[in-house]
């Protein structure tokens, strides 16, 4: 009879094991089907937001750092919990509905307090309905994949960051800087130590500057000037869209941005879902812009 129960016991133990890796090779396929997650320095990892977006995981020896927050139409939290063990922090590049969309999904973020107000309004229960059923409408076989939990949509605690800000992660520091460019309250971060450059937006290859809030051509040549002047302390550049570039990068952005200043390139239509514009490009740099927005008045 023990005999008996134990093999029993044995059969049932097994069903269960079963079931909890079919389980757990499900959850990974659900969050690994959005998301394309790449490793691509050590302990650094590129998190590809179903073509949408570049989000970055930085591990150190206590913590990760979570460098931006894609459209949260998907479980990204989920995705950041199959990669590290380790207790999360979650930072915002700037305030735009791509970098910022699954900060619902967490407790708390940092950002620049110019950034808060957008942060908060793509925080809500309106926007999340409407991205996932745009995505629901746009491409109906994704629909599995994404998350409807819309009542428990909600602003985490959001805290400020500024110039100079250091996320001590243990092992591994990164360093806010300050590029009020694409948006006012647009940061960088630095792992000078690794030579990494996480640049949002404001290193892409064609910028955008011609929105409401973005700053003049003028003032956009100051901030590139400003990383060119730190250019001894990264290597590598890993912008908000795109693959990784050298940092050479900046320079033709610098060359770019004056071209347009001084008339070289007069620029060629521009248009965008968000608005018209002009673009100029020097190589592989490119800055959309407003012709009627070129230097600080």
């Known amino acids: 009879m023990k005999y008996f129960l134990n093999v029993i016991y044995f059969i049932f133990l097994c069903a269960i094991v079963t ?7 499900y959850s990974q396929t659900k969050t690994e089907s959005w998301f394309k997650v790449k490793q691509i320095a050590d ?3 590129r998190i590809d937001d179903h073509g949408s977006d570049n989000m970055y995981l930085v591990e150190g020896r206590d913590k990760a750092l979570l460098i931006d927050a894609g459209t949260g139409v998907a479980d990204l939290s989920g995705c950041i919990k199959s990669i590290t063990a380790l207790p999360v922090i979650v930072v915002n590049t700037h305030g735009h509905l791509d970098h910022c969309g699954s900060d619902y999904q967490f407790k708390e973020v940092y950002a620049h307090p110019l950034e808060f107000e957008m942060i908060k309004s793509y925080c809500d229960e309106d926007y999340h309905r409407g991205a996932v059923e745009k995505v629901e409408n746009d491409s109906p076989q994704l629909a599995p994949l994404l998350v409807r939990d819309f009542e428990n949509v909600g ?3 959001l805290l400020p960051v500024k ?3 250091i996320f001590d992660l243990g092992k591994r520091k990164l360093e806010v800087i300050e590029v009020p460019a694409h948006t006012k309250g647009s940061i960088c971060l630095l792992d000078a130590e690794d030579k990494l450059l996480f640049t949002g937006d404001n290193n892409n290859t064609v910028v955008w500057l011609f929105m409401d809030g973005c700053i003049p051509v003028e003032s956009y040549l100051m901030i590139l000037q400003k990383l060119q002047r730190r250019s001894g302390e990264f ?3 890993l912008s908000g869209h795109g693959e990784p570039i050298d940092k050479e990068f900046i320079d033709e952005q610098v060359v770019c941005a004056q071209n347009i200043l001084s008339g070289a390139c007069k620029g060629e239509p521009y248009k965008t879902f968000v608005d018209y514009a002009k673009v100029c490009y020097y190589k592989r740099a490119g800055i959309a812009f407003n012709p ?3 230097r600080v008045k």
């Open 292 to 294: 009627d927005n070129l």
């Open 43 to 45: 302990k650094v990892w």
């Open 235 to 237: 290597n590598t550049v």
């Open 155 to 157: 602003v985490p605690d």
């Open 19 to 25: 079931s909890l890796v079919q389980y757990t090779l």
């Open 163 to 165: 110039e100079g800000f």
